[in-house]
């Protein structure tokens, strides 16, 4: 039994870091600024994210509340605003938020 338990809790240990980076995150939030062209948006607070170029921002407007999904915390390119920079990540999806 004792063998049992220290088997599961290595698999356990080498599964873990897979699961997390297969994980989905979300945000939620006010649309502060968009970028049809580079389809990326700035979300009230900061955040900034790039959607997929299938993903059509036409039907957003700026102080809409939307949900982004994401898959990685890694930033992946800087979006320049008025007065200062904030780190970017690529996002999956968007869609309306109640």
């Known amino acids: 039994m ?3 338990f220290a088997a599961a809790i290595a698999a356990s240990t080498l599964i873990a870091p ?8 979300e945000s939620t939030g ?3 600024s968009m970028n049809s062209s580079a389809n990326t948006l700035r979300i009230r607070g900061g955040d900034a994210y790039k959607l997929p170029s299938h993903v059509d921002l036409s039907q ?3 102080g809409q509340r939307v949900s ?11 979006d ?16 309306a938020a109640h």
């Open 30 to 32: 006010y649309i502060e």
């Open 18 to 25: 897979t699961l997390a980076t297969a994980a989905s995150f």
């Open 2 to 4: 004792r063998t049992l």
């Open 68 to 78: 982004i999904s994401w898959n990685s915390q890694n930033p992946t390119f800087v």
């Open 60 to 62: 957003f407007q700026t």
């Open 80 to 95: 320049y605003g008025s007065d200062n920079y904030v780190n970017g990540v690529e996002a999956t999806g968007i869609r």
